[in-house]
């Protein structure tokens, strides 16, 4: 009762995902149903049985049609378009063998099988993915085709068959027979093949395959699209048996073959598959997460910004536009991850990124850039004489109230303006809740920065653990005193 209960589930997920389209008007009308087969992107068949290796790959959802084609629906099409006509005339020659309106149409070359599936893009046997030459030849131009057309009708590429037939709907990988497993079908009762029945049944007899198709395992070999050398290929197997041994070799994974595309033989026919020109998703912009920056004395802080969690469900690549405002000022920038200069208070930046046809929504990000904490400074000496013999000069910052010892960024070095001079030593002392720091620079280095004599405004620089800035001035006075003459007495005799 289980298994009952799970071939029951089975079923009706498989026909939830069939649509029908129609095609020709009046009488001339008739409708081919489809099985949509997803799992974009899905790896290749690499099994033993795999032939060739890594077949079954395919990018993209597309629909393949649920049944081979049949007489009603091939007598409807030459009804309304006219029997296909072409070079060579030995592709034209032959009419079906099998009569009946729902048994899959034979004798049909691969270039009636294309024109076929124009007259279902276009509703003109000569216009659609197939431009069929008077020598003979043949080009395939889907891409072309998708954007006059939206959906074109064609024949399955060799992988488009192979995933429809071998490839399980749940994606978990490939079986040797479309039925979803490595157990041959029953012949005249799952499927057509091995000559028990000796010529093709009507469409939907047997058993519906693992991804809601019929007969993709005997009935009538199918063309497809594919080149394989000079020729078109085609795979499946039919319900001939006799003069094949081992006849169900011909309906695994493992069996391809290719005919001159004129061939035309009563046990071969085609199934249709429709693609369209890819719907393209917006792309989503991530400006990443919410930011501090620390501004400096400048009070501009260098922000770098993150988009890198923008993604698109297409892979299309991504171009990155950011913009924001300052003072009514419009800013941007470009790129995945730039490195921008804010002033001091709240940004907020907006993202938005295109994929080459369309931009996302926006994405904003906030930036919160904090200003400098001022300390007290006192520079020792308060003068300095350009002449002295003097090696350093000592800043003391006098941190303030709630900033600790254990706050300041050791390993940032205290900094002097002008000259940017880094401290030669610098040492942190905490009396009573009053946290000092003293610092220790080179007076030949601030000497070297400062041209000019007289007063100077000093600006020293640190970092706290936290990475705010903190700052204080002080102004000291520049001298450079004329040296005294010795002068030497004369002495006269």
Request: charged share 20%; glycine share 10%.
């Amino acid at each position: 009762m289980k298994n009952s209960i799970l071939l029951v589930v089975c079923v009706v997920l498989l026909a939830s995902s069939v649509s029908a389209d129609t095609f020709g008007t009046g009488v001339n009308e008739f409708t081919i149903d489809f099985v949509n087969i997803g799992n974009a992107a899905n790896p290749g068949d690499t099994r033993a049985e795999a032939y060739p290796s890594g077949c079954g790959a395919v990018d993209y959802e597309y629909q393949i049609g649920k049944y081979e084609i049949t007489n009603g629906q091939w007598d409807a099409f030459v009804s309304a378009a006219g029997a296909p006509v072409g070079n060579p005339s030995s592709a034209y020659d032959e009419n079906a063998y099998w009569t009946g309106t729902d048994v899959p149409t034979g004798y049909v070359s691969w270039y009636e099988a294309a024109q076929f599936c124009n007259y279902l893009t276009s509703g003109d046997k000569s216009q659609g993915a197939y431009q069929l030459g008077t020598n003979g030849s043949i080009n395939i131009d889907r891409s072309t085709a998708e954007m006059v057309y939206g959906i074109v009708y064609v024949l399955p590429t060799e992988d488009e068959w192979y995933k429809a037939a071998y490839y399980k709907p749940d994606g978990s990988g490939y079986s040797t027979y479309a039925n979803g497993t490595d157990v041959a079908p029953i012949a005249g009762d799952d499927t057509n093949y091995d000559d028990v029945i000796g010529q093709p049944w009507d469409i939907g007899t047997g058993t519906m395959e693992q991804n809601g198709t019929f007969d993709m395992m005997g009935n009538v070999w199918e063309w497809n699209e594919t080149l394989i050398d000079h020729l078109r290929g085609f795979r499946g197997g039919s319900y001939a048996g006799n003069a094949y041994p081992n006849y169900d070799s011909y309906i695994r994974s493992y069996y391809r073959d290719g005919f001159v595309p004129d061939w035309e033989c009563g046990d071969f026919g085609f199934r249709v598959a429709s693609v369209s020109e890819p719907t393209n998703h917006l792309p989503v912009a991530d400006a990443g997460l919410d930011q501090i920056g620390y501004a400096c004395i400048d009070e501009i802080a260098e922000v770098t910004l993150d988009g890198s969690d923008s993604n698109d469900i297409d892979g299309d690549e991504l171009s990155y536009y950011w913009s924001w405002t300052i003072d009514d000022e419009i800013y941007d920038a470009n790129g995945v991850g730039p490195t921008i200069e804010l002033p001091v208070g709240e940004h907020v930046i907006e993202l938005i990124v295109n994929d080459g046809t369309e931009d996302s929504e926006p994405n904003e990000v906030v930036i919160t850039v904090i200003g400098p904490i001022e300390a007290d400074l006192y520079i020792v000496p308060r003068v300095i004489n350009r002449n002295s013999r003097g090696r350093s000069v000592m800043a003391i910052i006098t941190l303030p109230e709630g900033i600790g010892k254990d706050d300041i960024d050791v390993d940032v070095v205290f900094t002097l303006f002008p000259g940017e001079i880094a401290a030669k030593r610098q040492f942190v002392r905490e009396d009573e809740e009053v946290v000092k720091v003293f610092a220790l620079f080179s007076r030949s280095d601030l000497m070297n920065a400062v041209a000019a004599n007289g007063e100077v405004e000093l600006t020293i620089v640190g970092r706290l653990k936290s990475g705010q800035c903190v700052y204080g001035a002080d102004s000291v006075r520049i001298i450079k005193p004329r040296r005294r003459l010795q002068w030497q007495r004369r002495q006269y005799r």
